[in-house]
């Protein structure tokens, strides 16, 4: 069943980190992400994860200094990327958790010289991978100057390395690029690793903008997609308050066959 996964490094905030895993298993999430978890050592979050019947759906390779957003594609930044990127698939592998987010990074430098970069330590990724059952993921993401901005980028990337990369689809960003999520999804399904959601305008949880969110859950459905979606908003009240979604969105996932779009 496609597992539902709360980003908590977005939800649930007001609580330690630890504390976060329990809030998301009681309010119905069957899955946890967040971009550096480090601070729960991997024995631990691996116990604590089977304790509450959680599984952990991705992780990032670092984010690097405040406003970097990444390292892959910073040229003065390999080591620092390689060495992350290395600490997070070790970690990944001991909890079970299937992809790695290299994130590409906002560069300050020549682009063609962060593409180059970029392009480069994802095919060092690739091969830190091979025969781990740990995966890179690749998202296009929406804030100004990040190297890997537009869904064709990221189409084109993965091309380039044949199936091994998995894209990460986020409906707010898809939105924000004037692409609509359920047809972008009907069109790519077998490209995508990874589902984030979240309403446009605000960033907010799923009915707080206008997002077709049961066009969204139709194409899922209909492309068999079998991955975690991944809740990454930013809440408008505290986090318990705005998953009344859960239900529904779990009931219509696990149907075994469409009977037309969600009412």
Request: glycine share 10%; net charge negative; charged share 15%.
């Amino acid at each position: 069943m496609t597992r539902l996964s709360a980003h908590i490094g977005y939800l649930y905030t007001e609580l330690p980190l630890p504390e976060r895993l329990a809030a998301a298993a009681r309010d119905g999430f069957t899955a946890v992400e967040h971009p550096e978890p480090w601070a729960i050592p991997a024995a631990e979050m691996r116990a604590r994860l089977a304790d509450l019947g959680l599984g952990f759906a991705q992780v990032t390779s670092g984010m690097g200094e405040p406003g970097e957003k990444g390292l892959a594609a910073l040229a003065g930044r390999r080591v620092a990327f390689r060495d992350g990127f290395a600490r997070a698939l070790d970690y990944a592998a001991a909890i079970g958790c299937p992809f790695v987010h290299p994130m590409a990074g906002v560069p300050a430098g020549d682009p063609a010289a962060a593409q180059a970069t970029y392009r480069d330590n994802i095919a060092w990724a690739l091969d830190r991978c091979a025969g781990t059952g740990v995966r890179p993921l690749v998202e296009a993401i929406t804030i100004p100057g990040y190297t890997m901005g537009t869904l064709s980028e990221a189409i084109a990337l993965q091309d380039a390395f044949s199936s091994r990369l998995s894209l990460l689809l986020d409906t707010y960003h898809a939105t924000v690029l004037g692409l609509d999520p359920a047809a972008w999804i009907a069109g790519n399904a077998a490209r995508i690793g990874h589902v984030h959601i979240a309403d446009h305008p605000g960033r907010h949880e799923p009915g707080s903008g206008a997002i077709d969110f049961p066009a969204v859950l139709s194409a899922l459905r209909a492309a068999g997609y079998a991955g975690a979606v991944g809740f990454e908003y930013l809440p408008t009240r505290p986090t318990p308050e705005t998953v009344g979604f859960l239900p529904d969105w779990k009931r219509r996932l696990a149907a075994p066959a469409l009977t037309g779009a969600p009412s």
